[in-house]
């Protein structure tokens, strides 16, 4: 059986979720593909924290060299977050001719142009389905499956924490700020919340998307951007008056040549598809001129539905390894 090598970026709670991901379906992953995915390095300062799992410490390295420079590792996983130095170890890993894997959303919407293009300068694979709803296959349906549609809108509840306050909001009629500490004793939350609740976030992954579906590069920075921490009482109570509720959306319109968009806390009628999409879940509505409309449903975020897209992407590479296939 193929072994296929991974230098892992990072062991915090996606790094850890697809280090259990891998671990926990690891007999049906060889079934069902006939090779063997092996952690082999793991960047990583904090060798001692106790994750839930059992990792040799002999894997560790502090030296992102000792992954660029080994000849057995195919395939780098990045899950460090933010933009740097986590771009700057994606274009080295890339600049080695190694495939990357990766969920970091700030750094593939600030730097998409840098990184897919050196993946095609050392042919190698470059995949990012993890960085835009968690679990949700929406990049890969949209790549592949969809592709012989144009796109001419894309809809989306992209954050959990933003649409868990607002169906607090909605549901229970909490206040802004008790609906948000609610979400931060979840862990849906960060202690700082500010790139959820203003957006911030939803900015990065609708960059994406665009990218991806319209061929239009817009850097989050630029989209206009309205969060939700000015959302009311008052407001949820004349939402549901006029039959409606608010949700955080992101869309984008492609009409002839010309594609608007924004992030803004949106009224939706009831019997829209997302009005129904409630607390930490995500979803995209997708209009394309060949299938109309689509949506995809799941967990946007968490250590195993984020860990999972991340296999997807590393076993669709393993696969093209194990076949000698172009890539792309």
């Not at 977050?81 to 990357?100: I, N, Q, R, S, Y």
């Not at 897919?116 to 694979?125: C, D, I, P, R, S």
């Not at 990012?128 to 144009?150: C, D, K, M, W, Y």
Request: net charge negative; glycine share 10%; proline share 4%.
């Amino acid at each position: 059986m193929k072994q296929v090598n991974i230098g892992l970026l990072g062991l915090g709670n996606i790094g850890t979720g697809t280090y259990k991901t891998l671990e926990m379906n690891r007999e049906h992953i060889r079934r069902k593909t006939g090779l063997d995915f092996n952690i082999a390095r793991i960047l990583e300062k904090d060798v001692d924290r106790d994750r839930g799992i059992s990792v040799s410490k002999d894997i560790f390295t502090q030296n992102p060299d000792d992954i660029w420079n080994d000849p057995n590792i195919d395939i780098v996983v990045e899950l460090l977050g933010g933009v740097e130095p986590a771009t700057t170890f994606m274009l080295d890993a890339l600049g080695h001719g190694k495939h990357v894997v990766t969920a970091n959303k700030a750094a593939v919407a600030a730097n998409y142009e840098a990184l897919t293009e050196a993946a095609a300068k050392n042919n190698v694979m470059f995949r990012f389905e993890a960085s835009v709803g968690g679990g949700i296959p929406i990049l890969n349906a949209l790549t592949t499956a969809l592709l012989a549609n144009e796109y001419e809108e894309i809809m989306g509840i992209l954050n959990g924490t933003t649409n868990y306050i607002l169906t607090k909001m909605t549901e229970e009629d909490l206040p802004y700020a008790d609906a948000l500490k609610e979400a931060q004793a979840k862990g849906f939350a960060e202690a700082d919340p500010t790139a959820d609740v203003e957006g911030e976030d939803v900015a990065n992954k609708l960059s994406i998307l665009m990218s991806l579906i319209f061929g239009k590069r817009v850097l989050p920075a630029d989209i206009p951007t309205t969060g939700i921490t000015q959302i009311t009482k008052a407001d949820i109570e004349s939402a549901a008056a006029d039959d409606c509720v608010i949700k955080l959306i992101a869309a984008a319109f492609k009409r002839g040549d010309e594609v608007t968009y924004f992030i803004q806390p949106t009224l939706l009628n009831k019997d829209h598809p997302l009005a129904s999409v409630g607390n930490e879940f995500n979803a995209i509505f997708v209009r394309g001129n060949a299938v109309d409309d689509l949506m995809f449903y799941g967990k946007g975020a968490g250590p195993l539905p984020t860990g999972s897209a991340v296999m997807g992407d590393v076993i669709e590479i393993g696969r093209a390894i194990a076949k000698g296939a172009a890539f792309d």
